[in-house]
């Protein structure tokens, strides 16, 4: 089955082409991403209005190249009746931001009725999970066994679901305030980083001490499965509030640069000390074969290495699965991928549903 996938829940505007191997895992032949985040980095957050507007201009050229670069089929120099070689079109309807939903689902209840090919609504979060199934060059399609767990971790989400099957995916914990990703990026804007601050912080934290701060490890130590980020957020906002230290001044930015490494490495190593710690008491909880990752934060070097790291010091009969970085962040292969399982959806209204959840 070859599924053309389209996601535009945020400020990606995403297409691609996946096929669908006897294995359970797909293949990818075509992806393609255009991002306003640069139109959003200034101020701090993303701007839906704009967001959207953006989706606009990108979908159509966005679609046509992953159907250009992963069936040779041109939208531009397209006859009347030539139809592209896919067997159906996958769209994420939510969780988002409605007015940049709207542009993929109604780009895409336009292309199924054009080519009369089945719809399927695709909700964001299992495309996060499924971005686990897809094989592509420097990844050769895992085995995945159940039951496994699943973190994931993103700018709106802090989800540990639980596996069993695929039909049978329960989410066992989250976070009660503010996701992972967010506590990256809130924390980036205190030190005056350009949203989102994830990638960033990670790059900086490099050179910094991470034992420079003790910052708290929310939740560390309760007995559910459940994060709290908040705190944390706020521990560094009266760290910089006590000192007055103001990396808006350019001047005592560069006169005080370990400082920020120092900070950026303090606070990664709290978020990523509590995700790691979680994941793993989970894990041993329902006792999995697999733990997988997915979403932005997924993408987070330190992150993996101390996953990789714990679970094979307490679970060494445990496989660890994170997809490349370029899969984790927002993009449409996992969507088309998740679509491959939950194909049996019901398809004959597909409505946007900025609130959907597991
Ligand atoms: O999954 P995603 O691309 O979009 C959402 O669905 O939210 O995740 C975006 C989030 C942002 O908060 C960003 O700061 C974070 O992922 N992120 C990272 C890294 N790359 C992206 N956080 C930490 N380290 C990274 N390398
Ligand atoms: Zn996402």
Redesign the pocket.
């Known amino acids: 089955m070859t599924i053309l996938g389209i996601e535009t829940?945020?400020d990606?505007t995403a297409a691609a082409v996946l096929t669908n191997n006897t294995d359970n895992t797909s293949t990818l032949l075509s992806n393609t991403v255009a991002s306003s985040l640069s139109l959003h980095a200034k101020t701090g957050g993303i701007i839906p209005e704009i967001a959207a507007r953006e989706q606009l201009k990108y979908i159509l050229p966005v679609i046509t190249k992953a159907l250009e670069d992963g069936v040779g089929f041109s939208l531009t120099t397209t006859k009347k009746n030539d139809i592209p070689p896919i067997d159906a079109i996958a769209v994420t309807y939510g969780p988002g931001l409605i007015g940049s939903l709207l542009v993929g689902v109604e780009t895409a209840k336009t292309l199924s009725l054009l080519w009369d090919k089945p719809l399927i609504p695709v909700n964001?979060l299992y495309g996060?999970l499924y971005a686990n199934w897809i094989s592509t060059n420097e990844y050769q399609g895992p085995k995945i066994s159940f039951p496994a767990l699943a973190l994931i971790v993103?700018?709106?989400?802090t989800d540990l679901v639980l596996m069993k099957s695929h039909s049978d995916i329960t989410v066992i914990g989250g976070t009660r305030d503010d996701a992972a990703?967010?506590a990256?990026?809130k924390i980036g804007r205190l030190l005056n980083l350009p949203y989102?601050?994830?990638?960033t912080?990670?790059r900086l934290a490099q050179k910094g001490d991470p034992k420079a701060f003790n910052l708290p490890r929310p939740m560390i130590g309760t007995p559910d499965f459940d994060f709290s980020f908040s705190g944390l957020k706020t521990a560094v906002l009266n760290l910089v509030k006590k000192h007055s230290w103001d990396f808006t001044d350019t001047t005592f930015s560069q006169n005080n640069q370990q400082l920020l490494y120092d900070l950026c490495a303090s606070a990664e190593t709290a978020i990523v000390d509590v995700l790691v710690k979680k994941l793993i008491k989970a894990a041993k909880a329902y006792d999995v074969s697999t733990i997988l990752l997915g979403?932005?934060?997924a993408?987070?070097?330190k992150?993996k290495q101390t996953l990789h790291q714990t679970a094979s010091n307490q679970l060494p009969g445990t496989t660890v699965i994170v997809p490349p970085?370029y899969l984790?962040?927002?993009n449409a292969a996992m969507i088309a991928a998740a679509a491959y399982f939950t194909k049996d959806f019901p398809q004959e209204s597909v409505t946007a549903d900025p609130e959907l959840y597991f």
Do not use: M
């Open positions: 829940s945020c990606e964001h996060h993103s700018g709106g989400h990703g967010e990256f990026d989102p601050a994830g990638p912080i990670s979403g932005g934060v993408a987070n070097t992150l970085p984790c962040t927002d």
